[in-house]
């Protein structure tokens, strides 16, 4: 299994020079330590549930969400740096990846999520899938 290696250029993100890192909220997110837990969370393609558990951990940021019917009640892994948008007043999180990329990834194992292999692994898979800061939806624009 390869780790994941941010010097490799598919990591990096496109037209800036800076790596995708899986594990850290992008700048421009707008994060700053908000509570997510509860907030609904919406795939490029549609909704996929909403978080169970949001991590701050340096280097290890992420979200639990629970998939509730989508996937037969199950819970998937999200790493913070697929997060595109937070809007804090309608309570969504927009991630720039679509339910079939959600749903192939590894599946989510509770009692090892926060150990370095599986976050390797997961971690390699949406390094694979990245489409830069302008891919996945956005939220509709405010008259």
């Known amino acids: 299994m390869d780790a994941l290696n941010p010097q490799e250029s598919r990591y990096r993100t ?7 890192d899986p594990w850290r909220y ?3 997110v707008g994060v700053n330590g908000a509570d997510l837990t509860g907030y609904k969370v919406e795939a ?8 169970d558990e949001a991590s701050h951990e340096v280097a ?5 969400v629970d998939t509730g019917p ?3 009640g199950k819970k998937v892994l999200l790493p913070a740096g697929t997060v595109n948008h937070i809007d804090h007043d309608e309570q969504k999180v927009y991630v720039d990846r679509t339910k079939d990329q959600i749903k192939s990834a590894p599946e989510f194992e509770p009692e090892n999520y926060r150990d370095q292999m599986y976050r390797d692994k997961v971690g390699g ?3 694979d899938s990245y489409q830069g800061p302008m891919g996945g939806p ?6």
Do not use: H, N, T
């Not at 956005?138 to 008259?143: A, G, H, K, L, V």
């Open 60 to 64: 290890a940021q992420c979200l639990v």
């Open 138 to 143: 956005m939220p509709p624009m405010r008259s």
């Open 14 to 20: 496109p037209g800036s020079g800076s790596a995708f």
């Open 70 to 72: 989508w996937i037969f």
């Open 125 to 127: 898979y949406y390094g």
């Open 44 to 51: 490029a393609d549609g909704g996929i549930g909403k978080v």
């Open 26 to 28: 992008r700048v421009e």
